[in-house]
């Protein structure tokens, strides 16, 4: 039996703002990514062991520009990809028996693949075919590597994914006859992302096709070709022994080799506003002094925001303060949410002005409703226990009926809709002394309009007594989330090189927060070379490496 793969759909976002210099770099490096590829499919067709229609789909004219003598046709089509797939592909009362036409198959890219492995995906086909699968995807690529193969059973489902098609053929694997491919190495831990969707996507392509050191990685690998055989064992071998090379491997080698090259901005930037609290928090290391970001330091926070890539940064006012008690943290987290570089904002805070921020939001509704806080503005409120003894214990000064009551206030305001939406997470630590009340405080908040999360205790570096329940750090010891992908600015204006010491010396905000970055590129590479002793902070003694932030 073969297969017939009748079509190539390519799915890109409906998002203008990603026309830049990148994105036309990157999308000519599909184009010739995408001849390859179909030049492969020509001669398994050739050989006799698929059928083949040379047939080019996407809905985004962006495409238009590709240079590589490819036909490709724009069409209309929903914003969804499962709603865009089953208009090209879904055929009503598909005959039980006709095994060739339930095996008709498309290749499904979301997003462009400017890195395409191509053994990787014509691998991918011979399984599709060898299982009869209904949906073939590769678990563990990095989005970008390679294409899905949807088959028109995949439509017979009745069931429409809400989300990514990933999860959802995941969720309903045995109902699917699906198939989820593993290859090795295994990249999952690094998070990449080479589909060229967004701007750290497209920046991150460009850096690495432009990298010198990933060029002759490629070049370096064997060029053997073999004959294949028969069928989907014909195609599984045909992709093994392809002259191409394995993108896939060559991306492992340059993170040893040029782990510089994978690190283009921070996206993740955490502001200490001040040091100030209404509790003091014996599960925060404790400020040495009062002090506060200054006027002058906050609006130049803000103005060099623009050194980073739009729409990719997360902020967090949090540090060992309380930012949401901050006399100008409301109107500055708006300013941050205007700002196009920033993706949302988070709000740490021990709960007790809540009222004021939802006072705040009202007299500003059409500037928060511009600005979308409803699903942009988050508060965290750290509530470490529901008893008054043990919340005094280790929040002292605190009562925890005042937090309660301003967490009905929120409620309320969520629930009624009174002025602009936010979201509300309670927040507590995950420490022997309050284990007793993880189910309580999970239903007393489950299912409510506040989110009730568990945090990992912090005790920066062996600071802090121990007091977590248990250890989740992975056996082995890996390279540092923070270094790789995050700031932090202390309420003097400092950047430290890490929170765990977050009074050590560093640039100043005056220095510039991108010149901050690229002088701790050193130390990442330190991390992600395993040398953890040559970094300046306390690594070895530190379980927050592993944590990814956003």
């Known amino acids: 039996m073969k297969l017939r793969l009748s079509g190539i759909y390519i799915h890109l976002p409906d998002s203008e ?23 492969a499919l020509d001669e398994l067709s050739r050989r006799g062991l698929i059928f083949l229609e040379r047939r080019i789909v996407t809905n985004s004219s962006l495409l238009s520009g590709i240079s590589e003598g490819l036909a490709i046709e724009t069409r209309a089509l929903p914003d969804h990809p499962y709603d865009a797939l089953s208009q090209l592909m879904a055929r009503p009362d598909l005959p039980v028996e006709d095994l060739e036409a339930r095996m008709e198959t498309w290749a499904f890219f979301q997003g462009i693949a400017p890195l395409l492995d191509l053994s990787k995906s014509l691998d991918l086909l011979g399984r599709h075919l060898r299982f009869l699968s209904s949906y073939t995807y590769a678990e563990n690529l990095p989005p970008g590597l390679s294409p899905d193969y949807v088959g028109v059973e995949f439509f ?24 989820v491919a593993f290859y090795l190495p295994d990249l999952r831990i690094h998070r990449l992302d080479l589909s060229g969707q967004n701007h750290r996507s497209l920046h991150l392509c460009q850096r690495i096709l432009e990298s010198e050191v990933y060029l002759k990685l490629l070049e370096s690998q064997s060029d053997e070709q073999a004959e294949p055989g028969q069928d989907h064992e014909a195609i599984e071998e045909f992709a093994a ?7 896939l491997m060559a991306l492992s080698s340059l993170l040893q080799e040029g782990p510089e090259v994978f690190r283009i901005a921070p996206s993740y930037l955490e502001i200490e506003l001040n040091t100030a609290s209404p509790v003091q928090d ?42 949401a008690a901050d006399a100008g943290a409301p109107e500055f987290a708006l300013d ?27 007299r500003n509704a059409d500037r928060a409703a511009e600005l979308e806080t409803s699903r942009r503005l988050v508060f965290i409120v750290r509530l470490c226990s529901l008893r008054q003894d043990r919340y005094q214990h280790f929040y002292s000064a605190g009562d925890v009926n005042l937090v309660m009551a301003q967490l009905d206030i929120c409620q309320m305001a969520l629930e009624n809709k009174d002025g602009p939406g936010f979201a509300v997470y309670v927040e507590m630590q995950k420490i022997k002394e309050v284990e007793d009340e993880i189910h309580a405080f999970f239903q007393k908040y489950d299912p409510t309009l506040l989110t009730p999360i568990l945090r990992k205790q912090n005790t920066y570096g062996g600071v802090l007594e121990e007091r977590k329940v248990s250890d989740l750090s992975p056996p082995i010891r890996g390279f540092c989330w923070h270094l790789s992908r995050d700031l932090y600015i202390n309420a003097s204006g400092r950047i430290p090189i890490c929170r765990q010491i977050p009074d050590s010396p560093g ?16 130390d990442y590479i330190h991390s992600m070379r395993g040398e953890h002793e040559s970094i300046a902070a306390p690594c070895l003694k530190c379980d927050e490496w592993y944590l990814f932030q956003a």
């Open 336 to 362: 941050l949410l205007a700002h196009g570089s920033v993706a949302s904002v988070y709000v740490e805070t021990y709960g007790y002005e809540m009222s004021r921020w939802i006072d705040f939001l009202s």
């Open 17 to 39: 703002d990603l026309a830049s210099d990148p994105l036309q770099y990157c999308i000519n490096a599909f184009g010739q990514k995408l001849a390859a590829y179909l030049g």
């Open 507 to 522: 640039p100043d905000v005056d220095d510039g927060l991108k010149q901050a970055f690229t002088q701790m590129q050193k």
């Open 241 to 247: 022994q392809s002259a191409a090379p394995s993108s």
């Open 156 to 179: 017979e489902l009745q069931k429409r994914p809400e989300g990514d098609l990933h999860s959802f053929v995941f969720k309903n694997f045995h109902e699917l006859d699906a198939e």
């Open 282 to 323: 014996h599960l925060l290391l404790a400020p040495s002094e009062t002090l506060a970001l200054s006027a002058d330091q906050r609006k130049e926070i803000l103005n060099q925001l623009s050194d980073f890539l739009a729409g990719d940064v997360t902020i967090c006012l949090g540090g060992r303060g309380d930012s």
